[in-house]
């Protein structure tokens, strides 16, 4: 009777306590930081029994002190963040290879890399259209746009007729430095003449003979993109009248000025003008907003 309790004790003691795997689910063994690895109910599963201090299913976690009033937390494979650049790190069952790392980096727009480490070249997709120039940047790109053409990434053809040869723009918009006037005055050449392809006997604008620094102005009366200027010469009283050249100036308020300049220098663009009066115009393309 003794012998047979003894044995019944003995049997108990062998199914209740976990075996150490010796199959190929625990070699090598998949417990960190030193947990032991013991058989599950079937072969292809097991546990780990983590040493104090470390906790989750392969003891990869190390379990953060707490205060009395809290309890405790793991701080996981994302305490430090790994990821980069404003990465988020997230829990997983994830590999690199044939090792278990236990989380993964969703990368934000711009970054990619098992770390988010790497910054995107988004030129690399040529986002910039009709010939814009793109600039690869920290998580971002620009384009700097042909004359007519603007948006983000160029898309934009802007290029018409603001209105002055067809009268869109009123006269009141157009002020010049002087007017000339002839035939004791009875001639009066208004800046509001200076449209193109005008007819008539007086049909340009005209500075008065002693205006040295002569100028005319568009009032757009709004912010504008200007991509081009044309110039147109004239006949006056059989003399011929062109310009030759000219520079631009531009405000937003009609106060302050500032020159259009030649790129990355301090230079003022002088432009060409026509080359006689027979010449029907001169286009000039400009490549930012005045």
Known sequence: MKHSVATWLLVGLSLSVPQFCKGDICDPNPCENGGICLSGLSEDSFTCECPDGFTDPNCSSVVEVASDEEEPTSAGPCIPNPCHNGGTCEISEAYRGDTFIGYVCKCPRGFNGIHCQHNINECEAEP??????????????????????????????????????????????????????????????????????????????????????????????????????????????????????????????????????????????VFRGNVDNNTPYATNCLFKEV
């Open 128 to 269: 910039c259209k009709n010939g814009g120039i793109c600039t690869d940047l920290v998580a971002n790109y620009s384009c700097e746009c042909p004359g007519e053409f603007m948006g983000r990434n160029c898309q934009y053809k802007c290029s018409g007729p603001l209105g002055i040869e067809g009268g869109i723009i009123s006269n009141q918009q157009i002020t010049a430095s002087s007017t000339h006037r002839a035939l004791f005055g009875l001639q009066k050449w208004y800046p509001y003449y200076a449209r193109l392809n005008k007819k008539g006997l007086i049909n340009a604008w005209t500075a008065a003979e002693n205006d040295r620094w002569p100028w005319i102005q568009i009032n757009l009366q709004r912010k504008m993109r200007v991509t081009g200027v044309i110039t147109q010469g004239a006949k006056r009283i059989g003399s011929p009248e062109y310009i030759k050249s000219y520079k631009i100036a531009y405000s937003n308020d009609g106060k302050t000025w500032a020159m259009y300049k030649v790129k990355g220098t301090n230079e003022d663009v």
